[in-house]
């Protein structure tokens, strides 16, 4: 089984930046997979942050407007989201999301992290 465990959040103050990591127990890196992130806050339903295919498509929610990057790095097995000029309504829990290549067309989350606290306020 796949494995997720996030790191990078925190406080931050408006403006400020964080950078999220997801390290993946194993090789996830490989056939037609997807992964990304995606935030929840309190009273709001989950919404994807960004994601990025094998094939290098990437997806970005409408809010990031230039503010985010995906980034993968290979060797060891994670996936980062660089967080530049963040607003209060960024804060959330953010969760990676590992989607294997047997999931792809179907019905299947695929695997979830246990999210990580993000915070922006002065």
């Known amino acids: 089984q796949v494995q997720l465990v996030e790191s990078g959040g925190g406080l931050v103050q408006p403006g400020g930046s964080l950078r999220l990591s997801c390290a993946a127990s194993?090789?996830?890196?490989?056939?037609?997979?997807?992964t990304g992130w995606y935030r929840q806050a309190p009273g709001k339903q989950r919404e994807l942050v960004a994601r990025?295919?094998?094939?290098?498509?990437?997806d970005y929610g409408d809010f990031v407007k230039g503010r985010f990057t995906i980034s993968r790095d290979n060797a060891e097995n994670t996936v980062h989201l660089q967080m530049n000029s963040l607003k209060p309504e960024d804060t959330a829990v953010y969760y990676c999301?590992?989607?294997?290549?047997?999931?792809?067309?179907?019905?299947?989350?695929?695997?979830w992290g246990q999210g990580t606290q993000v915070t922006v306020s002065s």
């Open positions: 999301n590992y989607r294997p290549p047997w999931t792809i067309g179907h019905s299947i989350a695929g695997y």
């Open positions: 194993g090789s996830i890196f490989s056939g037609d997979y997807v």
């Open positions: 990025i295919r094998n094939s290098g498509i990437l």
